[in-house]
């Protein structure tokens, strides 16, 4: 790396240092952070424990329905490593814009930023851009339950509090050859130390309308009713 581009990357991080400490975050006393209403009993607790980390599938959707319940109860959220994420898309998703900090490309640098930003920051989604020491990791997660900080990293955590992932995924909306893409059904399963077993939840995300959303009840096949009797052999039954 030359090192004008080192020096860049110091003066960002010393910014967002400054920037931190004018915010002046006091740890909030609530145990868990919530979730939309349509994530109930993904997870064996009513939220997201703060202080604690989260391993994610690479998914922006489930990204944004993660962050959209804190964002509206005023909660200030930050994305770190994430340069080509929608931010119309996270809007959609029911993010608060306004209480939402952006540091797309922080290069090998990511875990001094997510480290900064712990400080005053609730809840943090990075992802990761290169290898980190077991001992690195360690410290952040202490810091993490020091400050009440939740962490979301979109690969494999160490430690981390639950892992949550995306599976059977079904658009709807397509016709054979033709219509167009309306909502999407997947199922979320999170694992963790607390639930071996895994939990699973059916979402629709996004929904029609850009949300995150319960999805509708499978229909059951109806039996197939009986065929009318014909006419000669209703007359054969009445004699």
């Known amino acids: 790396m030359s090192t004008v581009n080192t020096a860049s990357r110091a003066q960002e991080v010393h910014r967002l240092r400054s920037e931190i400490s004018r915010m002046q975050r006091r740890r909030s006393d609530v ?7 349509a994530l109930e009993g993904l997870l064996p607790d009513p939220g997201l424990r703060v202080g604690s980390a989260y391993s994610l ?5 489930l990204l944004g329905a993660l962050l959209a319940a804190p964002s509206q109860k005023g ?5 770190v490593g994430m340069p080509t994420l929608g931010v119309e898309a996270m809007s959609d998703l029911g993010v608060e814009l306004e209480r939402l900090i952006l540091v797309p490309d922080p290069g090998p640098r990511w875990l001094t930023v997510a480290t900064a930003l712990s400080e005053v920051i609730p809840i943090i989604a ?12 360690a410290r952040l997660n202490a810091r993490l339950r020091d400050r009440g900080c939740t962490l979301l990293v979109t690969a494999p955590w160490p ?3 639950a892992t949550i992932r995306v599976e059977e995924t079904e658009w709807h909306g397509l016709g054979s050859g033709w219509g167009l893409l309306s909502d999407r059904s997947v199922t979320l399963r999170a694992s963790g ?5 895994g939990r699973r939840v059916r979402v629709q995300m996004p929904t029609s309308l850009g949300r995150v959303g319960a999805a ?8 197939a009713l009986p065929t ?3 006419a000669p052999d209703r007359l054969a039954v009445a004699g």
């Open 31 to 37: 145990p868990f952070l919530p979730l939309d209403p």
């Open 57 to 61: 599938s690479p998914s922006p959707s």
């Open 75 to 79: 909660s200030w959220c930050a994305v």
């Open 126 to 137: 990075v992802h990761p851009r290169s290898r980190v020491a077991d001992a690195d990791i």
């Open 159 to 161: 430690q981390a509090e």
């Open 193 to 197: 130390r607390r639930f071996e077993s």
């Open 216 to 223: 509708p009840a499978a229909l059951r096949p109806m039996a």
């Open 228 to 230: 009318p009797a014909s």
